[in-house]
């Protein structure tokens, strides 16, 4: 019976994936150069794996002063976002449903409470397990290992929703169910069959956990 949910942050609950990425591309464009989208998609959910600078014939001394008003411009377009459509209901809902909430990330704590103090959600999630946190990030299992044993739960008691390859890689070899739930950025990438695809969060808590083929334990 289904105990708890474990989120994704960038791009799964708050899609600062997306906007990053239209920064960049745009930050090469000026310079005569192109962004491919599956260059990028390398160090989507993960950390370190993709460097956007190495295509770029910058030095490095030269980085800082032109990534401060790009990284400004990243913030701002956060800022100014809200979280993904359906994010807050299917929230509530969960909780309604007696279900436990915590996320997962391979971003560091300062950020995702950051945002999630913006949005409201600051005592929502029972817990966060983050790059803070870890040896190794996603797609190693370890963040996903952290989270279980924080709440206390076995993999079978729980339900991974996931943006990216990576992070779904990580529930999956967690031994957790994982729905994934791609955003503009993450659409495409090789998702397994067994990792049930839900195109958003519209539906609550109902169309996620028929997403799933499971079913809530009763509250209390």
Do not use: C
Not at 164 to 177: E, I, P, Q, W
């Amino acid at each position: 019976m289904l105990r708890a949910l474990i989120f994704d942050f960038d791009g799964t609950l708050l899609d600062t994936e997306t906007l990053e990425f239209r920064r960049w591309q745009a930050f090469y464009t000026e310079r005569g150069r192109e962004l491919e989208l599956s260059a990028w998609q390398q160090g989507v959910g993960t950390w370190g794996a993709f460097d956007p600078w190495a295509a770029l014939e910058v030095a490095e001394h030269e980085r800082a002063p032109l990534y401060e008003p790009l990284r400004a411009a990243i913030l701002a377009d956060i800022e100014a976002s809200d979280l993904r459509p359906g994010v807050r209901t299917l929230l509530l809902q969960a909780q309604d449903a007696g279900l436990r909430l915590a996320i997962a990330s391979s971003s560091d704590r300062s950020w995702i409470s950051r945002w999630l103090a913006q949005h409201g959600l600051g005592d929502t999630f029972e817990v966060l397990a983050t790059r803070d946190d870890v040896a190794q990030v996603k797609p190693d299992p370890e963040l996903y290992l952290l989270a279980l044993h924080r709440l206390g739960l076995r993999s079978e008691e729980v339900l991974a929703i996931e943006d990216s390859f990576h992070g779904a890689t990580a529930a999956h070899r967690a031994g957790l169910k994982v729905v994934v739930v791609p955003n503009d950025v993450t659409r495409g990438q090789p998702f397994l069959e067994s990792w049930p695809p839900l195109d958003g969060f519209e539906d609550g808590l109902s169309g996620l956990l028929q997403a799933a083929g499971v079913s809530a334990a009763s509250p209390g």
